[in-house]
């Protein structure tokens, strides 16, 4: 049995999930998201409650199916219940995020502004020095916050960069100046 997979998923108030075949839906006040299960999965709905099942849980390969695809679901559930949300932090002199329209421009050290363009479903809102990355799709969330951050990484002498605002970088001391002494 999968630890992880044989957990049912309770609905909370608002969202309706459907299930036709191996598609299952969430729809719920954040917006509507879908997910195709593998042929080794199936999904039944009672009571509130979604619960997944394998075909040969006996096998590996099939119960890491299943856990995988019950965080899938669950994930679909949440981001159309409460959505997800990545905090960057912008740390350096001179560097500054705007968002103008679908774009994000960031002047992090280069020659030139850095645009990237936000994709559809996410949302990004610039507050001073913090980036804050949000929508219902808790991949994409994660994914999009991870390109911003590869735009500048965090540089481990003087820790300017973009971060995640939970993220501890390690410091490192640099060149140590030796006293000169006389002999």
Known sequence: ?????????????????TI??????????????SLSLPAAVHA?????????????PEQ?????LWGLCRALVA?????????YQKRLEISGVGYRATVSGQVLTLHVGRSHPVEFPIPTGITVVV??????????????????A???????RPEPYKGKGIKYADELIRRKAGKVVKATGTK
Do not use: C, F, W
């Open 1 to 17: 049995m999968s630890r992880i997979g044989k957990l049912p998923i309770v609905l909370p108030a608002g969202v309706t999930v």
């Open 44 to 56: 039944e709905l009672n009571a509130g409650r979604v619960r997944l099942m394998a075909d040969r």
């Open 20 to 33: 036709n075949g191996q598609q299952v839906s969430a729809q719920g006040p954040k917006g509507h998201l």
């Open 75 to 83: 994930n679909m559930v949440t981001g159309v219940s409460q959505g």
């Open 146 to 152: 991870a390109k911003i951050r590869a735009v500048r």
């Open 127 to 144: 507050e001073k020095n913090i980036i804050s990355v949000a929508g219902i799709d808790k991949q994409q969330v994660g994914a999009t």
């Open 60 to 64: 590996q390969h099939q119960r890491a």
